[in-house]
């Protein structure tokens, strides 16, 4: 399994795009602008998409690729969401007045695009892949997620601020790789990123103390006006951990 970054970024700006992650050619982890760097027939070959949220960063993308590729499907793309966030997209944008509403297009019963819904703990398995959701804490209901093989796996976090439950689903994957895990803000802006649940540095050294395991920590979602600040400051309060900053472009190994 390889999984390619197309964005990483808490924001956009010249070469910052938001979160995305395509598993092999076909699974999506979350759907931010940097889905749109892909070719049109790399966006034709996504057949599942796994939302950890409804934000805007991690959304962005979804509306547009349904409508450039769908007509070009033999089949739906499955969206993978929580129920909050299906009826999120549902209200918001799949709502015929920010964009037409997909899975009644072209026709309800053969719609361009298909919700199954998540909860934590849910498993999808995909051609000897596994999506496992779990535990999130953030503004609106939101999921982390375990991707692996039987080899190894990453978790992805998401956004989300402390979480025990978190660290307790993540201190029993086996054979873990990778954990990519957000720090959006600066140490100078705790009191925005408690508010915004979201981690910074400081807070993101007293969850990593939590970890029992020893992949790769992989640091996602960096502010791009703050990045050399927030990855100077996560160095420094890393604990035994040397975290690398997760760069557009990467590819993941497992």
């Known amino acids: 399994?390889?999984?390619?970054?197309?964005?990483?970024?808490?924001?956009?700006?010249?070469?910052?795009?938001?979160?995305?992650?395509?598993v092999d050619h076909d699974i999506l982890l979350d759907s931010g602008t940097g889905v749109e760097d892909l070719s049109v027939e790399e966006l034709a070959a996504i057949d599942h998409v796994f939302l950890t949220h409804s934000h805007l960063d991690h959304v962005a993308a979804l509306p547009l690729l349904v409508d450039s590729v769908g007509g070009l499907r033999a089949r739906p793309i499955v969206v993978h969401a929580l129920p909050e966030t299906i009826a999120a997209l549902k209200a918001h944008i799949f709502n015929w007045v920010i964009w037409p509403d997909f899975t009644e297009i072209p026709h309800y019963d053969r719609p361009w695009m298909v919700f199954e819904p998540l909860s934590i703990g849910s498993i999808v398995e995909l051609g000897g892949r596994w999506v496992r959701s779990l535990a999130a804490s953030h503004t609106v209901p939101a999921l982390a997620f375990h991707a692996y093989t039987e080899q190894a796996g990453l978790v992805f976090s998401g956004d989300t601020g402390p979480n025990d439950d978190?660290?307790?689903q993540v201190n029993g994957v086996p054979n873990l790789k990778y954990l990519i895990i957000e720090t959006a803000f600066a140490n100078r802006d705790q009191d925005l990123a408690m508010t915004a649940k979201h981690l910074f540095p400081i807070q993101l050294g007293q969850e990593l103390a939590k970890l029992q395991r020893d992949p790769e920590i992989l640091i996602t979602h960096l502010k791009p006006s703050d990045r050399e600040t927030i990855a100077r400051e996560v160095g420094a309060w890393a604990g035994r951990f040397t975290p690398k900053m997760l760069e557009r472009g990467d590819v993941l190994e497992l």
Do not use: D, E, H, Q
């Open 166 to 168: 978190f660290w307790r």
């Open 1 to 22: 399994m390889k999984v390619r970054v197309l964005g990483c970024s808490g924001g956009i700006g010249a070469r910052a795009r938001t979160t995305s992650f395509l």
